[in-house]
C-alpha cells in the first residue's frame, strides 16, 4: 500500500488546486494506492470535485523572521503526517512548500511542485526592497531544507524545467522531473457548433493584469470593425474588471462582451463558443487551453512560454509571438470562413488533448513516485 498525501493551501479557484483533485480522484482508482488531501483554509470552489476525495482542512502557518524569532503553527500538522506515515509527501504552492519543510519526517519521500517559475527561488535581487530580502532569506532556508530531505521537483513545462534548473544547485538536477499537466477529457464534449450565425470567443483567466484580457478586447473591436458579428464570454473573476469594462465602453464594443465571473462549468460555456482566444502575457503551461481543444475549439493564443509545449501553429492551434490584434483577428476571420480548415484544426486540437488526460498522467506519476522511492531504498 503506497500512501500519499497532498498538501496545498486551499482549493479555491487555481489550476494547481484542480489539479490535485483530479489526481486524487484518478489515484483512488488505483490499486494499493492511499491518498489524503490537507489545505490550511477552508477555501473550496470545486466541492462537485472535493467530495470524492479525502480532504482535510489543518490550519498550519509560519512567520518567518530575518532576525531568527521564527513562529510556528505546524503541530497539528506535525502530528498528522506522524500519524499517517505517508510515503510521499507532495506539496503544492509556495506556502505549503514554506510550511511543510519545517516538519523534520524523514520517511517520506519529498516532491514539490513548480506550477510556476516560482519567484522566490530566483537567482537575483532585482530591487533591494522587503519583498526581495524575504524571498532570499526563504530561498536560503527551503534550499537547505531541501537538501537535508532529497527533495524532488516536478516541473509542468518545459519553461518551468528550465528555470527550475537554474535556480536550483546542481546536485538537484537529477531529482527535477517534466510531468506536463492534465485534464480530464471526459468532462469536455466535443464542441458541435458551426459558424453559421456569428463568432463566438471565449476567454477563461482570472481578471488580472497577466492575463492581459484587453488584447481580447481590442481583437474583438477588430473584428466588429470589419464588419463580422462576433462577441466574446469572458470567464473568470478579479480587479482588472472594472478596467476592462471602461475600455471596452471606450472602444464601443461593451454591448458585445459578456462577463460571467468565476463559473465550475466551464465545459457548458466552451458548448457555445466556437473560438478559444487566450492572451495570457505568461503562461506556465495553461490547462484551460487543453480544455478548449478537448471541446473541439481552435485555439488561437498569445505565447505565453509554457504553452509551446503544445501548441504547434497552423496544426492544432495558432500561437503568436506578437501582442497584435490585428494578427489574432485575421487567424480568426481565416477560421471562420474556411470550414475544412476550422475543423482539421478542431480535429488536431482534439487529439493532441488525448494525450494530456489525467489517466496518462497520473501512470507517469506513479513511475516517477515508485523510481523515487526505490532510489533511497
Known amino acids: 500500500m503506497m500512501k500519499i498525501l497532498y498538501v496545498i493551501p486551499w482549493l479555491y479557484r487555481g489550476g494547481a488546486e484542480k489539479l490535485v483533485l483530479e489526481t486524487c480522484i484518478e489515484l483512488n482508482k488505483r490499486n494499493g494506492i492511499t491518498t489524503k488531501i490537507i489545505t490550511f483554509k477552508k477555501d473550496n470552489t470545486y466541492k462537485s470535485l472535493s467530495d470524492h476525495v479525502d480532504w482535510q482542512i489543518i490550519p498550519s502557518s509560519i512567520k518567518l523572521s530575518l ?10 500538522l506535525s ?13 503544492h504552492l509556495w ?26 527561488l530566483r537567482k537575483k535581487l532585482f530591487r533591494l526592497n ?29 519553461d518551468t524545467l528550465q528555470y527550475a534548473e537554474s535556480v536550483l544547485p546542481e546536485h538537484f538536477h537529477k531529482k527535477i522531473h517534466l510531468l ?15 459558424f453559421k450565425d456569428k463568432i463566438r470567443l471565449i476567454n477563461v483567466g482570472s481578471l488580472y493584469p497577466k492575463k492581459n484580457q484587453i488584447l481580447a478586447i481590442k481583437v474583438l473591436q477588430k473584428l466588429l470593425l470589419k464588419g463580422f458579428d462576433a462577441e466574446l464570454t469572458l470567464l473568470g473573476d478579479g480587479p482588472e474588471k472594472d478596467n476592462l469594462l471602461s475600455f471596452s465602453k471606450k472602444v464601443g464594443v461593451h454591448h458585445k462582451l459578456n462577463f460571467m ?12 463558443s466556437n473560438i478559444y482566444l487566450h492572451t495570457a502575457n505568461y503562461e506556465p503551461f495553461g490547462l484551460v487551453l487543453i480544455e478548449a481543444m478537448a471541446s473541439g475549439l481552435p485555439v488561437v493564443t498569445l505565447d505565453g512560454k509554457g504553452n509551446r509545449d503544445f501548441i504547434e501553429h497552423g496544426l492544432n492551434g495558432y500561437i503568436f509571438k506578437e501582442e497584435n490584434p490585428t494578427l489574432f483577428a485575421e487567424q480568426i476571420i481565416e477560421l471562420f470562413k474556411n470550414q475544412e480548415l476550422y475543423n482539421n484544426i478542431s480535429m488536431n486540437g482534439q487529439n493532441t488533448a488525448v494525450g494530456y488526460d489525467i489517466k496518462n498522467y497520473v501512470t507517469k506519476l506513479l513511475e516517477i513516485y515508485k523510481a523515487s522511492m526505490a532510489s533511497i531504498n
Not at 185 to 193: A, G, R, S, Y
Not at 261 to 272: A, D, I, K, Q
Request: net charge positive; charged share 30%.
Open 79 to 91: 502530528e498528522f503526517i506522524f500519524d499517517f506515515q505517508p510515503d510521499i509527501i507532495h506539496t
Open 261 to 272: 465571473g468565476f463559473v465550475n462549468n466551464v465545459n457548458e460555456y466552451m458548448l457555445e
Open 95 to 120: 506556502e505549503a512548500e514554506i510550511i511543510t519543510r519545517n516538519i523534520d519526517y524523514s520517511k517520506a519521500v519529498w516532491f514539490s511542485h513548480f506550477h510556476d517559475n516560482m519567484k522566490q
Open 180 to 194: 506536463n499537466n492534465a485534464i480530464n477529457t471526459k468532462h469536455f464534449k466535443n464542441n458541435t457548433t458551426t
Open 67 to 76: 532576525f531568527k524569532k521564527n513562529k510556528y503553527y505546524i503541530d497539528e
Open 130 to 158: 522587503k519583498k526581495d530580502v524575504t524571498d532570499l532569506y526563504e530561498k536560503n532556508l527551503m534550499l537547505k531544507r531541501y537538501k537535508k530531505i532529497n527533495n524532488n521537483f516536478i516541473c509542468i513545462s518545459k
